[in-house]
């Protein structure tokens, strides 16, 4: 397979509308597996080939599992650089050690064959997965016909909504409520934005926390993180935290009433407009 051929592969996902739920893939990988390090591009055709963890005939090797027989390899992109040493002039000083410093001379791209987790057999592997605890407002998920499910843990995120699923990275009910509460602002408004709106991710937060004090599961010690998140995306709107809250307060009152079953789903009341 060439590169054009793997690109392609990538428009496939504009083409069919996976565009946005491919994004969300590719910026928050689930695990700390070689493929999370990868380009975002790379990541994109890890989605295209749904899988998420994809690594190298020999890396798998080094896992101690073996790709199966008859299994076939999908094509990542890599860069290569072409290198040679810098001419070194007769009168100036030499290194000791009779090495010259190296100048890019050329960057092309090749492709290379990785294979699916799927399609390896061989050691369990090491992914530090988490056991999900009977979180409250569970039966609400499930109510709404979502997804929940536990994904390892990688650090470089704890939870994540979308395509009517909610993955988590951690036990915390906190991640749980904010997740949950992605899912019942996309009933308030219509649809979410794509990828990290900062309404969104503020109403989330908001509601994440005021859930947690509501039915009595107190994350007093998650406030201070809150505020910086809240901070995080109020700084991209412009904003100073406490207006940014201001300006979402009516859509985080509606998404509380409706996870909450204070009022009808039908006769819910569009969230305030900015």
């Not at 030499?94 to 699916?116: A, G, H, N, R």
């Not at 503020?202 to 994440?208: D, H, P, W, Y």
């Not at 995306?233 to 201001?246: D, I, Q, R, S």
Request: glycine content about 6%; hydrophobic content about 40%.
């Amino acid at each position: 397979m060439n590169v054009q051929e793997t690109l392609q592969n990538i428009i496939e996902l504009f083409q069919t509308g996976e565009i946005p739920e491919a994004i969300a893939f590719a910026t928050f990988p689930s695990c700390d597996v070689p493929c999370s390090h990868w380009s975002f591009a790379n990541r994109l055709l890890c989605f295209f080939h749904h899988t998420e963890d994809a690594r190298g005939y020999r890396q798998w090797q080094a896992v101690n599992r073996q790709v199966k027989k008859g299994a076939k390899a999908f094509h990542i992109i890599a860069p290569r650089l072409g290198r040679k040493k810098k001419h070194c002039p007769a009168n100036s000083e030499q290194p000791e050690d009779d090495t010259s410093p190296e100048t890019i001379t050329s960057l092309w791209f090749v492709t290379v064959p990785v294979f699916c987790e799927a399609d390896t057999e061989g050691e369990p592997l090491d992914y530090q997965q988490i056991i999900l605890p009977d979180l409250p407002l569970m039966d609400r998920a499930i109510e709404w016909g979502l997804n929940v499910r536990a994904v390892p843990g990688n650090k470089m995120f704890y939870g994540r909504y979308g395509n009517r699923e909610i993955t988590l990275a951690t036990s915390e009910e906190k991640v749980f409520f904010h997740e949950l509460s992605h899912h019942a602002h996309s009933l308030v408004i219509g649809e979410l934005k794509p990828g990290q709106d900062w309404r969104q991710e503020i109403v989330a937060e908001l509601s994440a926390q005021a859930l947690c004090r509501i039915i009595g599961k107190r994350a007093d010690s998650t406030l201070g993180n809150s505020y910086k998140y809240i901070e995080h995306y109020a700084k991209e709107a412009g904003l100073n935290p406490v207006h940014a809250c201001l300006q979402v307060i009516g859509d985080v009152e509606s998404v509380l009433k409706l996870i909450l079953k204070q009022e009808p789903e039908e006769n819910q009341i569009k969230a305030v407009a900015m």
